[in-house]
C-alpha cells in the first residue's frame, strides 16, 4: 500500500481529533501542521508526533506536498485554504460549515472540479445507528414518508472567541450545528426544492460559563422548513441558547417513523411489522423497537478511514462537493428567507448515496 502524506491546515482543538483517527489508519505520513500562530502549530507537532510545523500555509503545501490535507480553520477560511491547497495537488477533507456563503462553496466546487481532486466537506453521518436506520427507511416497515424533523441544539461555545464575531465567523448557530440536522435530512429525503425560514438572536447580552460577558453579533436560534418533492417538508431547529444537548433525527412514515439519536437512544423504529431486536417503551407509543445487527465501526468507517479510503480507490465519495454546495444553498437562502419573508427555491442538484426505495415519497397512484 503506498503511504500517502497528509498534512493539517489549523492547529486548534478541533484538529486533534483528526490527527487521532489518522494515526489508526495505516500507510499515512503525518507530514506537516499549520497554525498562523508558529508556537501553536509546534505544540501540536510535538504532541502527535507530525514531521514539521509551519505559520506559512503556502509554504507548507510548496514544502511538504501532501496528497491530502484536513483544513480545520476558522469557518470563513475554508475557501481559500481548500482552493489553494487542490492548485497544489492536495485532496482536502474540510470542516463543518464547508464554506460561509453559497457563492464560497460554487467557487470550491469549480476548484475541484478544475483540479479534479476530491473535496469532502463535513457533516459525516456514515455511523452505524445512521446506516441502520437506512434499512427501515422502507414501506415495508413506515409506510410512505410524510416528514421529517432533524434539530441539533446546543448552549453555544463556552469561549469568547471567532465564532461569536460575524466579522470572521459570518453566521452562527445556522452554519455551526444547523448543516448536521440538514445533512441527516437531506441524505435520507434528498434535495431541498424550497427553504422557509426564521433565523435571529434570542442573546444579545450572553454570559459565558467562565463569567464572561458578551455581545454576540451572530444568530444563535433558527427554525427551517423544507419543502422536498411531492408536497413532503421537513423541519429544522438550531439552537446556541439551549440548557442542555438536543441532537436526533426522526423520519415520520404513513405507518410508523424512525427515530435517530431521540431520547438517549440511538435508533427506534416504530413500526407494526415485527423486527429483528428489543421491543421497547417509547414515549408511549406502541409497537417500538430497538434493532440489533448496527454495522461495525473501525477506524476505515470513520470520517478520515473514509476520506483516505476514497483518495486510494478513486471512487465516489458519500460526502462530495455536490452535496456539500446543496447543504451551503439551502443555510445561505435560509438567512435570506428569513431576512425577506419570503420562500426561497433551492437549485443544486446532489447524487444521494444509498438507494432510497422507488416511491416512498409519492403518494398519487394509490389509497393508503
Not at 6 to 27: H, N
Not at 189 to 200: D, F, L, R
Not at 246 to 255: L, S, W
Amino acid at each position: 500500500m503506498k503511504e500517502l502524506k497528509v498534512a493539517f491546515l489549523g492547529a486548534g482543538e478541533i484538529s486533534d481529533r483528526f490527527i487521532v483517527m489518522s494515526q489508526k489508519l495505516k500507510a499515512l505520513h503525518l507530514c506537516g501542521i499549520y497554525s498562523r500562530t508558529k508556537k501553536n502549530a509546534e505544540t501540536k507537532a510535538e504532541k502527535y508526533g507530525i514531521q514539521r510545523f509551519y505559520d506559512d500555509y503556502h509554504m507548507m503545501l510548496k514544502t511538504e506536498k501532501p496528497d491530502c490535507v484536513v483544513i480545520t480553520t476558522p469557518h470563513s477560511l475554508h475557501a481559500e485554504h481548500a482552493i489553494a491547497c487542490m492548485k497544489a495537488g492536495a485532496h482536502v477533507l474540510v470542516e463543518k460549515p464547508i464554506a460561509t456563503t453559497f457563492a464560497e462553496a460554487k467557487k470550491m466546487a469549480a476548484a475541484s472540479k478544475k483540479y479534479k481532486k476530491l473535496m469532502m466537506g463535513l457533516p459525516f453521518d456514515h455511523y452505524p445507528h445512521y446506516l441502520r436506520a437506512l434499512d427501515f427507511v422502507r414501506e415495508k416497515y413506515i409506510g410512505k414518508i410524510l416528514s421529517g424533523h432533524a434539530e441539533l441544539s446546543v448552549s453555544g461555545p463556552p469561549r469568547n472567541n471567532w465564532y461569536y464575531d460575524k466579522r470572521i465567523a459570518k453566521g452562527g448557530a445556522v452554519i455551526d450545528v444547523g448543516c448536521y440536522a440538514l445533512s441527516r435530512l437531506i441524505s435520507i429525503m434528498g434535495p431541498v426544492k424550497k427553504v422557509s425560514a426564521v433565523v435571529n438572536m434570542l442573546l444579545p447580552k450572553r454570559l459565558l460559563p467562565n463569567g464572561d460577558k458578551i455581545r454576540p453579533s451572530v444568530d444563535d436560534n433558527a427554525f427551517m422548513i423544507l419543502e422536498f418533492a411531492d408536497n413532503v417538508c421537513a423541519t429544522i431547529k438550531a439552537s446556541w441558547a439551549h440548557t442542555h444537548y438536543e441532537n436526533y433525527t426522526a423520519i415520520y412514515g404513513r405507518h410508523g417513523a424512525v427515530y435517530i439519536n431521540a431520547d438517549n437512544q440511538p435508533l427506534i423504529v416504530k413500526t407494526k411489522h415485527k423486527i429483528s431486536g428489543k421491543k421497547t417503551a417509547f414515549r408511549n407509543f406502541d409497537d417500538c423497537y430497538i434493532p440489533d445487527n448496527f454495522p461495525k465501526f473501525e477506524a476505515e468507517d470513520d470520517i478520515m478511514g473514509k476520506f483516505i479510503g476514497w483518495v486510494r480507490s478513486g471512487t465516489q465519495p458519500v460526502y462530495n462537493a455536490q452535496q456539500s454546495l446543496h447543504i451551503m444553498e439551502v443555510m445561505d437562502k435560509a438567512y435570506l428567507a428569513s431576512k425577506t419573508g419570503k420562500a426561497q427555491k433551492i437549485t443544486t442538484p446532489f447524487k444521494m448515496w444509498w438507494k432510497k426505495e422507488k416511491g416512498i415519497q409519492k403518494f398519487n397512484k394509490e389509497y393508503i
